[in-house]
């Protein structure tokens, strides 16, 4: 009772001193807490993650978080606090309970940052039942069945890029390969989803049309932590007071193209648009999901075919045994696999999904109610968890050399690499657009090898630089190929 009459006086005494300190008293009692007695204490990393969310952001900013935590992980092991409520896990096994079993855990509020025009995607919501009609709507186009059907517009969109890749090649000049190859998924994204091919690859200037609009979702992700509101003022500060021209014109250019698309489609069609809306879904609604789609189908499979080349090109002796295996094929005749059997063609496919860091980030999901133990640490309800392809397709003891592109790995994986590869993540919330995603890589994959066209190239740089943002950016924009 004495100490406490003595603050109660000191306080009465000194109001205007109280007033001056009683800020700094609270943020030295928070972070006290933070570190010795919040329900993640026990979790080991830095000080700094500990006690604020800045460390994150930062990171997340800058475009070096997965390398940064990489780091982390090397020196405190699996489980590794990045923020105050936040664990990054490089423990495979983590990732039936976070993202598999009953669905999952829920995902972290900060996936609403990919929101479109005001609309609730399928891949941004956090809400399973709002979900749920809307993925069951346009699931079925991603069938193996809908896929085989419409093989051959597919196979046209990929021949269309390999003779505008032939013909780049024949100039001498560096090529941008990964202008080429977004254009391939633009272009096989809307003919096969809206029966509506954008035609990316006929374009004729230095950088595809929609690439603007699709660097613009890519940027979300140096801002994916951010509360959602502060993430949508910020939205509206930056387009209002720093635009940008050639964004502001590629954006444009997809809202005609999927307004177009929307106008022109009934609820009968059984294209993309056409589920939707006959799932009762608005006009502005079907738009942002298109939209969605655009973003996503052209940015990730765009990476991921670049690299593959880049790969292919570099380590030629790789690229003779691809080549070897589908001339082989080819000579069965009637008899020849599919594209789909064929194991180092799909070996080449795999290790360049690994390597190339499409999306290289933590998927973060929140423990729900009840908290988790996961071999015998536990997690209490309410913290962010998550597991990345960075940490999980880099681990040495998985994948020896794990920065090498090395495809004949995956001639026989072991039961760890299947664990530990998550290209496309993993349960109900992965990826839905992944077979698509793969039949892409496979059918281009093939005829790389087919035509031979990556004869004779060499690249400009072994190495690509990333942002590590939630959907990776190559550093300046290009990754390049030269035939000599």
């Not at 502005?284 to 969605?292: G, M, P």
């Not at 939630?470 to 550093?475: Q, W």
Request: with cysteine; net charge neutral; hydrophobic share 40%.
């Amino acid at each position: 009772m004495a100490l406490q009459s003595f603050f109660i006086s000191a306080i009465a005494a000194y109001p205007t001193v109280t007033l001056f300190f009683a800020p700094f008293l609270l943020l030295f009692i928070r972070s006290i807490y933070r570190v010795y007695f919040h329900p993640l204490s026990h979790i080991p990393g830095t000080l700094l993650p500990k006690l604020t969310s800045i460390f994150l952001h930062y990171h997340a900013y800058i475009g070096d978080e997965a390398s940064t935590i990489h780091k982390l992980h090397e020196r405190y092991g699996p489980y590794v606090r990045v923020a105050p409520n936040e664990i990054d896990i490089s423990d495979a096994d983590a990732i039936p309970a976070i993202y598999v079993s009953k669905g999952g855990f829920p995902k972290a509020a900060c996936y609403a940052n990919f929101d479109i025009d005001g609309h609730k995607t399928i891949f941004s919501t956090v809400d399973a039942d709002y979900r749920s009609p809307r993925a069951k709507a346009v699931v079925p186009l991603f069938s193996t069945k809908a896929l085989r059907e419409n093989e051959k517009a597919i196979w046209g969109c990929v021949d269309r890029m390999i003779e505008r890749l032939k013909e780049e090649s024949k100039t001498r000049r560096p090529v941008n390969v990964l202008n080429l190859t977004r254009s391939l998924a633009v272009d096989a994204v809307s003919t096969h989803l809206f029966r509506e091919n954008y035609d990316g690859v006929s374009e004729r200037g230095p950088v595809l049309s929609v690439s603007a609009f699709v660097d613009a979702f890519v940027a979300v992700g140096r801002f994916f932590y951010l509360p959602n509101i502060a993430f949508v003022w910020l939205e509206w500060a930056v387009g209002k007071w720093m635009p940008d021209p050639e964004t502001e014109d590629s954006m444009m250019l997809v809202e005609k193209f999927v307004s177009a698309l929307v106008t022109n489609t009934s609820e009968k069609s059984t294209t993309y648009p056409g589920r939707l809306l006959a799932a009762g879904l608005s006009d502005s609604e079907v738009k942002a999901q298109c939209k969605d789609l655009v973003f996503a189908g052209t940015d990730s499979t765009g990476m991921n075919l670049a690299t593959i080349m880049l790969n292919l090109a570099f380590y030629t002796e790789r690229y003779e045994t691809l080549k070897e295996e589908i001339r082989s094929n080819a000579a069965l005749g009637s008899d020849a696999q599919e594209v789909q059997a064929l194991p180092y063609l799909n070996a080449v496919v795999k290790e360049g999904l690994r390597i190339s860091m499409a999306n290289p980030t933590r998927l973060p999901h929140v423990v729900p109610t009840g908290g988790w133990t996961f071999k015998s640490t536990y997690f209490p309800a309410g913290s962010v968890v998550g597991c990345s392809a960075f940490e999980l397709h880099f681990n040495p003891t998985v994948f020896p050399e794990p920065r090498s592109f090395k495809p004949e790995r995956w001639l026989n994986p072991t039961e760890a690499m299947s664990k530990y590869w998550f290209a496309f993540g993993a349960g109900s919330r992965a990826c839905i657009a992944r077979n698509l995603a793969t039949l892409e890589l496979q059918f281009a994959t093939e005829r790389l090898g087919k035509s031979g066209v990556l004869d004779g190239a060499k690249v400009m740089q072994q190495e690509v630089e990333i942002y590590e943002w939630f959907n990776s950016k190559v550093k300046g924009e290009r990754i390049d190929l030269v035939w000599r």
